[in-house]
């Protein structure tokens, strides 16, 4: 599927951005030029490829490099030290005003 200047015209109507007719050829071109690796993507067969969560993970083993997702005790002088700043704090907590009742 190849991109019109029509359909450039219609995409720079949509997003409210006014294009020069050398831009909108120059946009055209990228914007096929997209469509073409998309299509180059879709063309490689993945049959019986697992999917990996992580493009390093066909490599090395990733869930070795990532920390456990844990609460460690804070540093409370650095805590004091940084709510010094804010205009209103308690029990170690940053207070805003109320914007929806």
Known sequence: ???????????AHLARIALSPQDAERTRRELNG?????????A??????????HPLSAHQ???LRLREDKAEPGN???????MA???ATAQGLFL?????E
């Open 96 to 100: 805003v005003p109320t914007v929806i």
């Open 85 to 87: 700043n804010a205009p």
């Open 61 to 63: 083993e990733i869930s």
């Open 1 to 11: 599927m190849a991109i019109t200047d029509q359909d450039v015209a219609r995409i």
């Open 76 to 82: 409370e002088t650095q805590r004091s030290a940084l």
């Open 34 to 42: 997209i469509l073409g690796l998309i299509e180059q993507l879709q």
């Open 44 to 53: 490689v067969d993945t049959q019986g490829v697992e999917p990996m969560a």
